[in-house]
């Protein structure tokens, strides 16, 4: 080093741009080294992996790598390099490990999907989720909802105590089954064999994306492991459904009168497969269910995630809770919300952007280098495996105020929707740049509706004697133990507010005659 650093030292001293440095750097052979972490697998394996990463975003900043034995990553936890990342030079990156991890259940499905696959892909769906179709969505998020409503009910009469997450978990998909491909997975009142096959393909994918070794590839080993026997059974039953799923669609649109259009939506299945058949999308079958399986992973788990952290912060912060209530029973009287209502419920989406904030799901996005790149001063080569920790993005104690506090204040209530546009990447709940998630509004809308429906009808307080909460991960963060809650029919008498006006417009009228 001794030469070029002195060379570097006299540079810099004399006001030359960095780039140039760093150009003049490995002309010279002096390449700065990015701070280097070692770690034990066994220490990322017993937590959740992403605290350990916070720890060491602390002492080694923004930009570091990690290297277990002869693995290794960096781990970006700085906005601006997240930003080119997932935005300046997304072409530089792919998917790299998560595809790998989730083949077998998504093949070239949106998510893993890279290159020219994707943007096919990404332009035939992104599309279907348009503007009239997520305002479809929300008399089925307020049905989805009413039927929890309905269990928590009965539950709160027997005085039985309820596990919210793996509620949270059915209603989300009985939802997105509804949404994507008209299927009524009705998982709230039933437990059918396919719900079970879907919990065994999100379990073995979870599984997956943590286990240090990748046993289903071992050659005897998969043809013979009674656990993969049981996956592939719950993928072939999963596949069937769909192939049967896409066949009856087939037959649906080609008896239609209606003729495709920009906005187009048929009103007795508005799913986003009926979209894809109608707009005559040219693809494979084996494509169209990768697609599908994806967007039933991509928005079942991450939602039910948010409203099991959004249940747990409300119940640690009874003032947000006190103040949520209020405005849900000022906004909402006793119906179903409409997009109107969604527009008013402002304090609402604020406590659901407060929770993906401290929870969000997947906690790190993962990219592999395709080419090489300088990230924060540093040149990286192609083939680095990369975390993106948005954990440690939305926890860091320089940007955020008591960053580790649930304070949905810190959205003012007129201000524009946080997103990683105007928070300048360091809050990223739904990516960005081009891979950015293309069931965000879709989403927000639902959470809200969920959250704004069950907060109204009744109170949640965390069961007396049960485990505390801790997280685990998986794709998404989950507690280890469930979301053991007390629930109880609210006893303030709702305020209707509607009466109030029809009462004053009686009088006015009076007042007039
Ligand atoms: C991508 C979050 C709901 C479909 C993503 C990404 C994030 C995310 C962070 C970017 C991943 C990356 O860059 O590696 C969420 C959260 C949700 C949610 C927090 C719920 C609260 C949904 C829903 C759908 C959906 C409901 C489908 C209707 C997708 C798809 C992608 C994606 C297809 C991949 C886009 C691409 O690569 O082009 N989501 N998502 N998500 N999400 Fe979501």
Redesign the pocket.
Known sequence: TGFPSLVKKGLSKLGVPKEFFEFFSQWLGDYPRIPEAKGSISAVRNEAFFIPLYELFLTYGGIFRLTFGPKSFLIVSDPSIAKHI?KDNSKAYS?GI?AEILDFVMGKG??P?DGEI?RVR?RA?VPA?HQKYVAAMIGLFGQATDRLCKKLDAAASDGEDVEMESLFSRLTLDI?GK??FNYDFDSLTVDTGIVEAVYTVLREAEDRSVAPIPVWEIPIWKDISPKLKKVNAALKLINDTLDDLIALCKRMVDEEELQFHEEYMNEKDPS?LHFLLASGDEVSSKQLRDDLM??LI??HE??AA?LTWTFYLLSKEPSVMAKLQDEVDSVLGDRFPTIEDLKKLRYTTRVINES?RLY???PV???RSIDEDVLGGYPIKRGEDIFIS?WNLHRCPNRWEEADKFNPERWPLDGPNPNETNQNYSY????GG???????M???F??VVAVAMLVRRFDFQMALGAPPVKMTTGATIHTTEGLNMTVTRRTRPPVMPKLEMATLEVDSSVNSS
Not at 428 to 431: A, N, T, V
Not at 434 to 440: A, E, L, S
């Open positions: 997932l998917k998560l949106l998510i999907a994707w990404r769906i989720l997105i949404a994507v986003i994806t967007m991509a928005g991450t939602s948010v993906l969000p799901q997947p996005l993962i990219r948005v990223l709940p739904f990516g081009p891979r950015k998630c293309v069931g965000d879709f989403a927000t639902e959470n």
